[in-house]
Structure formats: C-alpha cells, structure tokens
T-cell receptor, first 113, second 113 residues
Framework: QQQVKQSPQSLIVQKGGISIINCAYE??????FPWYQQFPGKGPALLIAIRPDVSEKKEGRFTISFNKSAKQFSLHIMDSQPGDSATYFCAASIGGATNKLIFGTGTLLAVQP | DVKVTQSSRYLVKRTGEKVFLECVQDMDHENMFWYRQDPGLGLRLIYF???????EKGDIPEGYSVSREKKERFSLILESASTNQTSMYLC????????????FGPGTRLTVT
C-alpha cells in the first residue's frame, strides 16, 4: 500500500532525445509527488514536485505528468543532455501523523553524446 | 544554501563494533532523517525526528538507534554492526511541515567486515 513502483531500472538515451521514467502508487493518501536527482558521490536533490490536483508541471526541460485516476506519474526530460546522466528517484509524501517520504527504487539514466 | 554534512564519507568497521554516524544541518530545520540506500531498493527510511529529543521509527529500524540532543545534530547508532548493514547511509533535513522537500548530505559509505 505504501510502495511506489518505479520503472525502468536503467535507461540509455541519445543526446537530444526524450527520457521518460514512470512511477505508480496505490495509496490515495499520498499528497505530494517529488522527483529527486542524484549524481555519483552526492546525495539526492529535489528536482521537481507536483500535487495530485495538477495534471502537469514543467520546469525547464523537466516535466511531471500526473494521472490521478491511474495512480501513475512520470518524469519527462526533453532534449536530454549528458549532464542529465544521474539516478532519478520518484517519491510520494504522506502528510498528517505519518509525515514521511516513500521513495521508488531509482532509475539510472545515461545520456550518450 | 542549506548544508547537511555527515561526519565521514567512508567508514570500515568490524562485525560487532558500535558505530556512530553523525549528521549536522545548518538551516535550523525541525525534521531530520536517516536513510540507507542499496542498489535496486532505493532509499529506505530508518528513523526520523521532528524535534529535539523526539524520534520516530521508519520502515527499517531494526538494528539501529538514533539520538537528537540538539536541533542541528542527528546521530545514527549501530549498536552491534553486522555485515548486512554494509550500505550507503544518507542523512536529510526538512523544514516544518514540508516533508517532501528534503535536503540530503553526501552520504557515508559504511562497510562492515
């Protein structure tokens, strides 16, 4: 119930292409859906986040698409660059008394020049 | 910028040793978290704290304890280290009710032999 399922585990994209990472959840109590980006040797950093009452959010080349009825959300990276090569984690936040973040298993993205 | 620092980047300990991992944040954040990161499993929450001297169990607290005597410092303790605790340990902090925007330290790679 509290899991967030993420796919694919790894992804190779050519420079300039679109990278797409998908996540699915079951618990309708989740109230915020952030994406984190982690470079080698660094801790994860918040990239972009969306509330469930919004279907899409765009920040630069990064877009979150949210499908509440299907309980799915995805990260799209447009015009992917080698500098985007990193591990990406989707997550879901539960507020209230529980107050924690549930992370997906991560996607290792490699953008080839 | 928020800065979260962890006492060691790499640590090698023997089975049965008591291990202390220290985390300090400099932005007066109320919430602090300890995660472990393992390939294919993502980030799993060990313990978190929303106030000084307060602690809450996360998803995998067995074999760990924590201490938060000051607002800026959150320690993770392995009472008797075991080989299955070999992992990357990440500390994070967040402000008030904002549990989805967490700031991570660089991590401590712990090897238990």
């Amino acid at each position: 119930q509290q899991q967030v399922k993420q796919s694919p585990q790894s992804l190779i994209v050519q420079k300039g292409g679109i990278s797409i990472i998908n996540c699915a959840y079951e618990n309708t109590a989740f109230d915020y859906f952030p994406w984190y980006q982690q470079f080698p040797g660094k801790g994860p950093a918040l990239l972009i986040a969306i509330r469930p009452d919004v279907s899409e959010k765009k920040e630069g080349r990064f877009t979150i698409s949210f499908n509440k009825s299907a309980k799915q959300f995805s990260l799209h990276i447009m015009d992917s660059q080698p500098g985007d090569s990193a591990t990406y984690f989707c997550a879901a936040s539960i507020g209230g008394a529980t107050n924690k973040l549930i992370f997906g298993t991560g996607t290792l993205l490699a953008v080839q020049p | 910028d928020v800065k979260v620092t962890q006492s060691s980047r790499y640590l090698v300990k023997r089975t049965g040793e008591k291990v202390f991992l220290e985390c300090v944040q400099d932005m007066d954040h109320e919430n602090m978290f300890w995660y472990r990161q393992d390939p294919g499993l993502g980030l799993r929450l060990i313990y978190f704290s929303y106030d000084v001297k307060m602690k809450e169990k996360g998803d995998i607290p067995e074999g760990y304890s924590v201490s938060r005597e000051k607002k800026e410092r959150f320690s993770l303790i392995l009472e008797s280290a075991s080989t299955n605790q070999t992992s990357m340990y990440l500390c994070a902090s967040s402000l008030g009710q904002n549990f989805y925007e967490q700031y991570f330290g660089p991590g401590t790679r712990l090897t238990v032999t």
